[in-house]
């Protein structure tokens, strides 16, 4: 399950379930809702996430360009090895920031 | 015809004077040719004529010498059959026809106004005979030894003068036909030198007469000729400039299109939002993100409109009072609450615009939402840190001064003297506690050290931590806990300190004789631990706060409670970091409810 809280401005996604093509409608409808109004900034903590698949990859790419085309930016936090490596192979990790952990990624907004 | 009409060409104008002039020249040379032979003919007729007169009044005399004048009438008659001679007669000096070629007119009276005088020239004149033809007339007169006999009368009507006009007509088609001819061939000659000229002229006619001359196109003469050559090559190399200048123009174009197209990505691409305004205050360009930043779709065209249709009502004063040469900044607010959005907007006069009335405008817009909200925060930590350390730091130097300085003989003043710096100093403590966890937190350093817990022995000890301050305010408290309870794997000491801050502050911002519910819910998957309390609860504006870092709420009834805005901070922290999550329901005046949920 995946859910949407937001610290100031910042929008955090968080979940505990894998990032598959399964759980992308929910994924979709909670990251549609982060770019309504304003500049989106998004963290995606994934903590908790244990595995990312190829529409999950995909989703990840398609929203980041959505954001970028209204000025903002999607962060991940706190990816877990396993998924800190399919991030790597794949080379999508070089299309986002990487923190540590979503408080880190919070804060990075605000420099 | 109007030679000197404009839509002539100069060849057909060429052709026409040629024409005109050539005619002209033809039938004033026929004419002349026709008079001088006519003169000619008259002249030489007339010679001959009056020598036959001439010779015929010496016969007569002669004869009238000789016979009397028996041969007189002969020799009118014979006078009158020569060409041209239309009648001939002696006129007696008694007025009357001694002989006449008409034999009846003879004794007939004739015309004898010019028997006077002496003389022996010819008179000349001319009549009109009754048929209406002119006839001119001689008379000789006829003297013999001073004796006047008469008067020779010549009737002359000359062949030319009768149809001198019908022998032109005979003539003068053969006349005519050769200086025709060699018109006709000049005409010829000349319109196939000139049918070059007369394309040239009219394709120039037309790239005159044509709006936008550098489209035209001109076509190539198939005739030949220098002149056709040399428009050709012409015509070869405009199509040749034409084709570059063509090929230029479209380069252009592309470039200019790439270079636009290029600039606008650049600018779109930017998450600064950037505008033009007119000297009117319209806009006139804005990229993406001025529209997002605004909070306007993104495909709206804001050209048209002014700023203040955009910006929040607060930014109008600000526009107001700035000058429109100066540069001006300044932040907008799009609500009471930040974590709507503020802006920081900037304008700046375009450069090379110096009339005040004329000036345009750049227009640049940034997002300063997070920086807004982490200044917000120093700030609010300011006051936390001086509030929650120089009260209990000035408690502790002032009780303690009070103990050194005096003698204070009384056992129980000297205890709750020390209960008091003893109070303070924990407090202090835990202030410290806190900040050293939010900055663990900051740090990311923050790791739990999982063990498996007895959560009922937990949710007990917690509850026993805050019962006292519930006793003291006279609040009920009431514990609701499942017969048969779980044991937990958490951070035995995190999890104690959040469940603690959670009845703390329920004990805390609850007034006396109030009401407070610990009570936990076994689900399926997890664990629902919850405080409800019958306090102060928390306005709708206040919520989206609520668990930003030292964050105090601006009702005066919290105020006075000291407190450090840290502790729901750090109890939404440990439940995230347990895998669970802190939800809040609150109305003011009424009361909150915290629920704590973990994975069970």
Known sequence: MFERSRTGAVNIISGNDPLNLENIPGLEKLLDDCLVIGQPRVVFDLERIPLIDSAGLELLLRYQDLCAERGGVIKLAAPTPLCRDILTVTDVISRFDVLQDSLSAVGSFSR | ?600
């Open chain 2, 1 to 600: 015809m109007n030679l000197r009409s404009a839509p002539q060409s100069f060849s057909r104008r060429l052709l026409g004077y040629f024409l005109l002039f050539g005619l002209t020249s033809i039938i004033a040379l026929v004419l002349g040719v026709i008079s001088f032979e006519r003169f000619l003919r008259e002249d030489c007729q007339d010679e001959q004529l009056l020598g036959r007169i001439q010779e015929v009044r010496g016969l007569l005399l002669a004869d009238q010498k000789q016979r009397g004048g028996v041969g007189a009438q002969a020799l009118v008659t014979l006078l009158g059959s020569e060409d041209d001679v239309a009648y001939a007669a002696i006129v007696a000096p008694d007025g009357k026809f001694s002989a006449h070629t008409k034999r009846s007119q003879v004794g007939q009276p004739g015309n004898h106004d010019l028997l006077q005088g002496s003389g022996d020239s010819l008179i000349e004149r001319k009549i009109r005979s009754n048929d209406g033809q002119t006839v001119r007339e001689y008379w000789a007169p006829l003297h013999a030894g001073g004796n006047t006999l008469g008067c020779l009368q010549v009737g002359v009507i000359h062949a030319g003068e009768r149809s001198w006009l019908c022998h032109m007509g005979d003539s003068l088609p053969m006349a005519c036909m050769g200086p025709l001819s060699v018109l006709l061939i000049g005409v010829i000659v000349l319109w196939r030198e000139a049918r070059t000229n007369a394309v040239i002229e009219s394709q120039l006619c037309a790239v005159s007469a044509s709006k936008s001359p550098a489209d035209f196109r001109l076509q190539p003469l198939t005739s030949g000729g220098p002149a056709a050559e040399g428009w050709n090559r012409l015509v070869e190399q405009a199509a040749g400039r034409r084709t570059a200048s063509s090929l230029e123009a479209s380069l252009n174009r592309s470039l200019n299109g790439m270079q636009e197209r290029r600039t606008e990505r650049l600018l779109n691409a930017l998450p600064e939002g950037v505008a033009l305004t007119d000297k009117d205050g319209k806009i006139s360009y804005a990229n993406r993100s001025f529209s997002i930043l605004l909070q306007q779709p993104s495909n709206l065209d804001l050209r048209g409109k002014t700023m203040p249709e955009l910006f929040p009502a607060g930014a109008k004063l600000q526009l107001e009072n700035a000058h429109l040469t100066r540069p001006v900044v300044f932040e907008v607010q799009f609500s009471q609450n930040p974590t709507d959005g503020v802006l920081r907007v900037g304008r700046n006069p375009m450069a090379g615009d110096e009339q005040p009335a004329a000036v345009q405008h750049v227009w640049t817009v940034s997002d300063i939402t997070q920086q807004k909200l982490a200044d917000e925060m120093r700030n609010q930590f300011v006051f936390a840190a001086t509030h929650e350390l120089r009260t209990p730091l000035a408690n502790i130097k002032a009780y303690a001064e009070t103990l050194s300085m005096h003698e204070i003989t009384d056992p129980e003043q000297q205890k709750r003297f020390l209960n008091t710096i003893n109070s303070e100093a924990t407090r202090l403590a835990r202030f410290v506690e806190e900040l050293l966890n939010i900055s663990q937190l900051e740090a990311g350093s923050l790791a739990l050290s999982r063990q498996e817990v007895d959560l009922e022995r937990l949710l007990n000890e917690v509850a026993d931590k805050v019962r006292p301050q519930m006793l003291q305010k006279h609040i009920s408290f009431d514990t609701q806990l499942p017969v048969k309870l779980p044991k937990l794997n958490v951070d035995k000491d995190k999890f104690t300190s959040a469940l603690v801050n959670l009845l703390g502050n329920a004990a805390k911002y609850t007034p006396d004789n109030g009401h407070i519910t610990f009570k936990t819910v076994i689900g399926q998957r997890d664990v629902q631990i919850s405080v409800e309390d019958t306090g102060i609860g928390i306005s709708r504006e206040e919520m989206p706060k609520l668990f930003t870092k030292f964050f105090r709420s601006s009702d005066e009834r919290v105020r006075d409670i000291p407190g450090s805005g840290l502790g729901l901070s750090f109890t939404q922290e440990v439940a995230r970091l347990h895998g669970g999550k802190l939800l809040v329901h609150s109305e003011l005046n009424k009361g909150s409810q915290f629920t704590m949920i973990v994975p069970a």
